[in-house]
């Protein structure tokens, strides 16, 4: 069994920067943490959950074109945490933000792939 636990959401202006923190425990602790896939997505109201960025095979990253060179995702494995930097953030980014976890997957953005996912964590950015 898989725990993740996001944090870091928050209100910030137009312009500004967050950290979001997922910190994952269980089976991944253990396991072969080098190949499981980390994804983070975000679901806007009245809107669908949506891919953001995605972490696998170590270290290779992939981004939604909508955040791509503001976003960045990156991962602690002494830590067991992954992470996203958001910077210029704009109003379009308001969302719940959730963290997920899979041992492999075929489409990063996929999100029947992931088996795990945390709680969410609130994104708010005003103009």
């Known amino acids: 069994q898989v725990q993740l636990v996001e944090s870091g959401g928050g209100s910030v202006q137009a312009g500004g920067s967050l950290r979001l923190s997922c910190a994952a425990s269980?089976?991944?602790?253990?396991?072969?943490?080098?190949?499981?896939?980390m994804g983070w997505f975000r679901q806007a109201p009245g809107k669908e959950r949506e891919g953001v960025a995605a972490?696998?095979?170590?270290?290779?990253?992939t981004y939604a074109d909508s955040v791509k060179g503001r976003f960045t995702i990156s991962r602690d494995f002494a830590r067991d945490t992954v992470y996203l930097q958001m910077n210029s953030l704009n109003p379009e980014d308001t969302a719940m933000y959730y963290c997920?976890?899979?041992?492999?997957?075929?489409?990063?953005?996929?999100?029947?792939?992931?088996?795990?996912w945390g709680q969410g964590t609130q994104v708010t950015v005003s103009k």
């Open positions: 972490i696998y095979f170590g270290n290779s990253a």
């Open positions: 269980g089976t991944i602790s253990n396991g072969n943490r080098m190949g499981w896939c």
């Open positions: 997920a976890a899979a041992p492999f997957v075929g489409d990063a953005f996929d999100l029947a792939s992931y088996r795990y």
